[in-house]
């Protein structure tokens, strides 16, 4: 089963930026679509960005001009840049393959948690 580390997160103001960061344990990773996906408290794990092999990217309405995903297949990890932050961007963030549209692939790991507040 392949893991996935997260890390990046932290306590930012409004306004401000993050770069998550995100290693998967796969030699294939190079084929797989990934993605970040976000769960805020009290609510539905949602898919924010995702990133073919092709390079091609997919973001939700939310996050568009905002976020930035991008990938470094020869360290097998996938990054989510994050600008101009929101309150409402405050979530645990985590990484997977995606399947099927918006679901998921693998196992979830720790995530890591992003917290946008004055």
């Known amino acids: 089963q392949v893991q996935l580390v997260e890390s990046g997160g932290g306590l930012v103001q409004p306004g401000g930026s993050l770069r998550l960061s995100c290693v998967a344990s796969?030699?294939?990773?190079?084929?797989?679509?990934m993605g970040w996906y976000r769960q805020a408290p009290g609510k539905q794990r949602e898919l924010v960005a995702s990133?073919?092999?092709?390079?091609?990217?997919n973001y939700v309405d939310s996050v568009k001009g905002r976020f930035t995903i991008s990938r470094d297949n020869a360290k097998n990890t996938v990054y989510l840049q994050m600008n101009s932050l929101k309150p409402e961007d405050t979530a645990v963030y985590y990484c997977n393959s995606v399947r099927g549209g918006t679901g998921w692939a693998w196992n979830w790991g720790q995530g890591t948690q992003v917290t946008v507040s004055s």
């Open positions: 796969t030699s294939a990773f190079s084929l797989y679509v």
């Open positions: 990133i073919f092999s092709s390079g091609f990217t």
